[in-house]
Nanobody
Framework: QVQLVESGGGLVQPGGSLRLSCVAS?????????MGWYRQAPGKERELVAI???????NYADSVKGRFTISRDNAKNTVYLQMNSLKAEDTAVYYC??????????WGQGTQVTVSS
């Protein structure tokens, strides 16, 4: 059974930082084309934040370029999202997604990020 488990969300002040983690099962992690972080704010559609391929290529939404960094640790089956200079508009539920050939997408349960003073 595929399982993606996110962690690292929380409440942070504007300008602060958080690091999100997404841990996958080993077999799944080795079979994916890419993994990504998406977010969904209240009343809005889910949107792409950043993705990283199985060879380490990355892509970011314009709204987070220069502030967020996606990375992966293959030994730990984990993808990270380092978020710096957080803004109120970054407040959302953040979801991890893994895509296998097909394509077939698998989602985590989400982690809340709230940026507020």
């Amino acid at each position: 059974q595929v399982q993606l488990v996110e962690s690292g969300g929380g409440l942070v002040q504007p300008g602060g930082s958080l690091r999100l983690s997404c841990v996958a099962s080993r077999s799944f992690f080795l079979s994916i084309n890419h993994m990504g972080w998406y977010r969904q704010a209240p009343g809005k559609e889910r949107e792409l934040v950043a993705i990283i391929t199985n060879i380490g290529l990355t892509n970011y939404a314009d709204s987070v370029k220069g502030r967020f960094t996606i990375s992966r640790d293959n030994a730990k089956n984990t993808v990270y999202l380092q978020m710096n200079s957080l803004k109120a508009e970054d407040t959302a539920v953040y979801y991890c997604k893994g895509r296998k050939p097909g394509p077939v997408d698998f989602w985590g349960q989400g982690t809340q990020v709230t940026v507020s003073s």
